[in-house]
């Protein structure tokens, strides 16, 4: 099923890609438009709610695993978590729209659309740090300690090394997912894009390319909008397993190392 899943959307949509279109700028009412900035907004969101996630997700995670002490608070942290991980991404997209969007008075822009996509983030990221952390064997962390070393200074140069490849698999299913998000974003990002490419202004609306389908499929007027679709379906498919490829192949190969070559 995966194979003939690949298969279709590879077949329909490759023949589309082209330099032109891969840098290009979109049309509204012309044929021949590409996805230059919704490729560019894509990666930049992305690298965005990464950078708020990560420090927040990891802290947390190391906390949870290392510091908080069982009881019904901690317990109740934890449920929280996993309640949030389940939650639909349009729940967290109508959520972004009222904080960000109307209550903060960032309007539709990037910034509000890595903020949201962060919230999306963070309950995953926790629950994988803490696994991560608590995978680790207890003799890293004692002989750690036997050694000298600080609570803090375990946690800063045995614990996370020890835990990185699994912590780097979790961050690419975050980035895998949050690369092919569009509810979030839709409500909160936009549909549009600046003049200016690449754009950096964090108050630019920032739409991605995984919105840019969702447009073309729905409202889109142009009329080689289903060549479009089916060339963007296509290369936010490559651009999601040539990421993950880049990421889980260094891990699969530090894993490896850590293990003693095993």
Sequence with gaps: ???????????????????????????????????GPQLFNSFYILFLSLLISLPIGVGAGVYLAVYAKKNRFTELVRISVEALSSVPSIVFGLFGFLLFVNWAGWKFSILGGAATLSLLNLPVLVRVTEEAIRAVPESYWEASLALGSTRWQAIRKVLPPAALPTLIT???????????????????AGLSVSRFTPDFNLFSMGETLSTHLWYIQSEALVPDAKDIAQGSAALLLLVVLVFNLLIALPSRYLQKKLSGGK
């Design 1 to 35: 099923m995966l194979a003939w899943f690949l298969i279709r959307i590879l077949g329909a949509g490759s023949p589309k890609l082209s330099w032109h279109f891969i840098t290009g700028r979109p049309e509204e009412l012309m044929a021949g438009g590409g996805v």
């Design 170 to 188: 979790g961050v690419t299913l975050v980035a895998g997912r949050a690369l092919g998000e569009s509810a979030i974003l839709i409500y909160t």
